[in-house]
């Protein structure tokens, strides 16, 4: 699997949990504070953010209720 399959997974389970509606590029890189075209090459495997690979790959390895806490723990952090 590569980064740009997991950023494409990622991105579609926003917007199924969105109501399916899509969500832009645009609005996507915005609300993560990065630029559409960063985005769109991460979208699109053009760019391989080293730091996003490491994430998932740590991800990865969790167990689902491990993910869900870890998630948890920092959605926390943003407040």
Known sequence: MQINDLFNILHNSLESQNNGKK???KD???SFGISMR???DWKLGRAKPQAAITVMEM???LEDD???RAVRKINK???
């Open 38 to 40: 960063t985005y769109q």
């Open 66 to 68: 491990e993910i869900i």
């Open 28 to 30: 996507m890189a915005d």
């Open 59 to 61: 991800l990865g390895r």
């Open 77 to 79: 952090l943003k407040d």
């Open 23 to 25: 969500i832009s590029l």
